[in-house]
Every structure is written in C-alpha cells, then in structure tokens.
C-alpha cells in the first residue's frame, strides 16, 4: 500500500501568512493526488486534484505542486476562511489512501 | 447538482451486521464510481470500497476485506455498504462519495451516517 505522509500535523498562522503543506508519497504516485479541506463536523471539499488543478470555485490563493513523491499544498494568503484539515489523497493505485491530516490553527 | 445522502447508521453490537445505503440524484449514478470513505470520530479520513460504474470491479481497503461488502443498484440509484463482523475500531462516520468515473478523487460527498459499534 502506498502511505502518505503529510507536514506537519498542526500549523499556528495568522490572517495574511503564507502557508505551506507538505505531502509525501511512500512511492511515487506521479501526479495523481488530490488535496481536500474539512471543517469541523462538515464534509470535505475537494481543493485540487491532479496535483495542482484547483476544483471548481476554489480561490486563486490555493495551489499546489509537486511530483513523484513530494507534493505541497500552498495558501498565499490565509483568510479565516481556511482555518481548517487539510488532507492529501493519491489516487495512483487501489488501496486508495490519505495523509493523516494537518490542522491549521489561528496563532 | 449533485445529491447523496446515507441512511442505516446507528448503534451496533459488537460482531454484528449493518447495512448503510446511499441515495444519488443529480447525476448519471451508471456512469460513475462509487466510494465509501470513514473517519471515526477525532481521525482522519480512510478510504473504505469502490464499486465501478456497473458493479463489476470492487476494491477494499485491508482492513475491512472479508467483512464488507459494496454494491449498487443502478436501477435506484443507490450505493449499499452491508457490514458484518463489526469491531469496535469501525466506529465512524461513514460517506459515500462520487469519484470522476476515469480518475478517483472525490467531488462529491454525502453528509455521513454515523456507525457506533459497541
């Protein structure tokens, strides 16, 4: 199976910082990863997929990069909005698997 | 737009069976893979089952292999989780989601039924 790896488990940031989520792949997945954001007792939305496609209606100030088995999840700009999970996928091979998550918190 | 909503969760003995239902409406259901995804209660999400469009291809995750069984009913427009043997760790919110037929990320999701195993 194919672990995925995500940096760090708990962020501290403030409106306006820069924001970086790192993912990583036990082999390389190429770009098939998704990155999805939840909010406590909501469903996760899907933010990007093929590593750096944004889903309809995400704002501009998520992106994301990466390939084979590093892969990064950016916020250019955090709102209080984006307070949130953050969860990686990759889709590469069955079993399908995510990270373990990585909680932005307001510092 | 896209609608599914999950049915079936609630209380269950330990080692006994469940079975979890998702309505779709909105979209072509036969054209479309199908997933269960869990996340007990303070976790991260783990992907449970796909089901391809037409019932054919089924895939599990290890850790319910043998136990779970995914189907669908095209004809209804409904996905199905019959659960056996259950262990108090599949405890969870249990969402269907929708995957992009070719590609197998999730756009859409069920708001979860909860499953309490005790």
């Known amino acids: 199976d194919i672990q995925m790896t995500q940096s760090p488990s708990t962020l501290s940031a403030s409106v306006g910082d820069r924001v970086t989520i790192t993912c990583r792949a036990s082999q390389s997945i190429t770009n098939w990863l998704a990155w999805y954001q939840q909010k406590p007792g909501k469903v996760p939305k899907l933010l990007i997929y093929w590593t750096s496609t944004l889903g309809s209606g995400v704002p501009s100030r998520f992106s994301g990069s990466g390939s084979g088995t590093e892969f990064t999840l950016t916020i250019s700009s955090l709102q209080p909005d984006d307070f949130a999970t953050y969860y990686c996928?990759?889709?590469?091979?069955?079993?399908?698997?995510f990270g373990g998550g990585t909680k932005v918190e307001i510092k | 737009q896209v609608h599914l909503v999950e049915s079936g969760g609630g209380v269950v003995q330990l080692g006994r069976s469940l079975r979890l239902s998702c309505a779709a409406s909105?979209?072509?259901?036969?054209?479309?893979?199908m997933h269960w995804v869990r996340q007990a209660p303070g976790k991260g999400l783990e992907w449970v089952a796909v089901?391809?469009?037409?019932?054919?291809?089924?895939y599990y995750a290890d850790s319910v292999k043998g136990r779970f069984t995914i189907s669908r009913d095209n004809s209804k427009k409904t996905l199905f989780l019959q659960m056996s043997s259950l262990r108090a760790d599949d405890t969870a919110v249990y969402f269907c989601?929708?995957?992009?037929?070719?590609?197998?990320?999730?756009?859409?999701w069920g708001q979860g039924t909860l499953v309490t195993v005790s």
């Open positions: 996928q990759q889709y590469n091979l069955y079993p399908l698997t």
């Open positions: 909105g979209f072509s259901f036969n054209t479309y893979g």
């Open positions: 089901i391809s469009y037409n019932g054919r291809n089924k």
């Open positions: 989601a929708k995957d992009l037929g070719a590609d197998h990320y999730f756009d859409s």
